[in-house]
């Protein structure tokens, strides 16, 4: 049996003979073809194990880069690529999912070892170029490498399951995949509005039901008219809004306002933030936390500014900072790590009395960067665990690249720091003249973790059903659930395709309004014979299945009531993306409120009407139509009801009334 197709080929008989000895992978194929899948998923950990040792399983436990795929011989590659291939088949062809999509990632990993091999390190936004790494490869041996990556496709799995994790391909990539299928997938919206309001969780390791309920604070004003770029936290029963801007024309606030989420009566306004903006920058991109009782806000400058939450007074405390040989070599000049006293767009976390600030950007660097330090709040001291200050011409794949607009959480136990996602803003960098300049920002998909004791960072896997590379995502870790979540921002270089009747609008963007969390204790797995199929027991993603989602947006804020449980989004910014049916494309703010219920104990899930909330809950910017469930801008019931459904036309109008009249009182006005 050949090991290419017609367009595979080599005129090196030696080649072709060593191929053919070495990719042994084709033997599970020809059982799988066969329908032996039994015998095919033995043949492949067979072989597998033979090459990476016995005591070799997936997910592995030490993140993603493992020394064992980095020390792998071209030929063994392909060898355990192509066995991930078929036991990824073998397992969808059975019906189990989320082993299918454990031997996908488990590709992607191998693939990953090839760019870990690079000579030097390379920024994540370099695709592997593998003739560069390999130079002694021939074409056939680079098509048997890529050949494994678009099979995956025809799995089809992430479309079942209504995600969006494999949305994000390279242009390589995208080079061997089918044209027509491709521009289907740039027409799709994350979630998409024509999809079924009422999915069933098929997959319920990788699925949740849930709830988005929009929430009426009961008097307008304050921040209700829309923020971007601002901060916020919660204590004591209290959302905080702080700074930000309605556009980025203005007007820009440097305000704070705090809401009673038990009462939601009115946003009450406190005392603004004192410091001017000539000392601190505009109050764009900050992060507020809690501790002990305050609410600390790092702007960059040696002087930390704190509001006094029971006291309702500003505050602030010098910190201390002295740079040793090594943060000096690492970019650090005259004194103080953070130039121009700017740092905005970082991500922040408090562990054990430290603040931790990782990334953002400052006055020499626009684009981000992946500095990562910590005060100590007890001692005031400032101390650099990791990053420069400033991009380097190569990476260091030791720690996560430089980047701003991230996501990040402490784990349960507080052992971890998790930081995921970002953006690498190069179009800035490029308008700056600055190192990596290019026409098109780059969305970070990667995922890692800082070990708080060990002081050391590791690459985590993707596992399970996870969402697709973004930045300026909502993000918060719910203790109550122990689950982290996230919801919506965008990704810089996705394109989406809005076809309307004659008219076509492409952009080279995406914005988002999905939901998932991270599962930090999922259930145990059973499995007949965990030794030859691997199962996952590691922490895993699954995506939330709602009814109705607020509009795709980025920018926009999570944040827990840790007395509750309870999880709460506001505010956020979209572009022109909002209404693309609309004949005038739009940009806008959001001030509105909305509350996330989840189908697990602790979730509030026992307060959601699911088949309710499928026939009429507002799918993003749209709405559902009543009788066939269809969403786009329509019209909305004219009877007593006020407005409660929708119809998208006047059969459906005629199909679902009486329907709609028996359940909702509705009489014609």
Known sequence: MALW??????????????????????????????????????????????????????????????????????????????????????????????????????????????????????????????????????????????????????????????????????PELEAVLDKERMTKLCEMRHPDPQAAPNRAVTVPELQVHGSWKRLQVKTPGGVTEGRENFSSCVWNGQLYVAGGRQTSLGPWYRDMWALDLSKLEKWRRLPDYPVPMEMSGMFLGWN????????????????????????????????????????????????????????????????????YVFGGHHRTTSMGSNLFMVLDLTTKKWRRLSGTVRVTRHSDYSCPGPRKSASSWVSQDKKRIYLAFGSFDREAAKSHNELHGADEAYGYGDFWSWHVEKEVWRRERMVGNPP??????????????????????????????????????????????????????PSPPTSADSASEPTLSAPKWKQVLTPGFPTYRCQAHLQCDPATGRTYMFGGWTNCQFIPTRSKLMSRSFGDLWELRLDMDGGHFEEVDFEEEARVAKAGPWQRCFACASAGPWKKCGGSCKGRVFFCGNGCLRDGWSEHKKLHQCRKA
């Not at 191929?19 to 950990?45: E, F, H, P, W």
């Open 5 to 170: 197709d017609s367009t595979t080929t080599t005129t090196n008989p030696l080649l072709r003979m060593a191929m053919q000895a070495s990719l042994t992978y084709v033997g599970g194929d020809r059982l799988l073809k066969a329908g032996r899948i039994k015998d095919a998923k033995a043949l492949y950990m067979r072989e597998t194990r033979n090459i990476l040792g016995a005591e070799w399983k997936i997910p592995g436990t030490d993140g993603l880069k493992l020394d064992a795929y980095i020390g792998l011989n071209p030929f063994k590659l392909i060898n355990v690529m192509g066995c991930c291939v078929g036991m990824a088949k073998c397992f969808r062809s059975e019906g189990n999912i989320e082993m299918a999509l454990a031997w996908c990632e488990e590709i992607s990993a191998l693939h990953r070892s090839c760019y870990y091999g690079s000579p030097n390190p390379l920024h994540g936004f370099v695709f592997l170029d593998w003739i560069d790494f390999m130079p002694d490869l021939p074409p056939a041996l680079i098509q048997q490498l890529l050949r494994p990556l678009p099979r995956l496709r025809h799995l089809r799995i992430p479309r079942q399951l209504g995600g969006s994790g494999f949305a994000a391909l390279t």
């Open 288 to 355: 507020m936390l809690v501790y002990r009782d305050q609410a600390i806000i790092f702007t960059g400058r040696p002087t930390v500014d704190t509001f006094d939450l029971r006291s309702e007074t500003w505050s602030s405390f010098q910190t201390t900072y002295v740079a040793t040989p090594a943060d000096i070599e690492a970019g650090v000049i005259g004194g103080w790590p953070y130039p121009g006293m700017r740092c905005a767009d970082a991500t922040m976390k408090i562990v054990d009395d430290k603040l």
């Open 468 to 521: 697709c590379g973004r930045t300026e995502a909502a993000c918060v870790y719910n203790e109550k659930l122990r689950k982290t979540i996230v919801f919506g921002g965008y990704h810089p270089s996705l394109t989406t395709l809005i076809l309307t009747p004659g008219r076509e609008v492409i952009f080279p963007y995406s914005y988002f309004a999905d939901t998932f969390i991270y599962d930090m204790t």
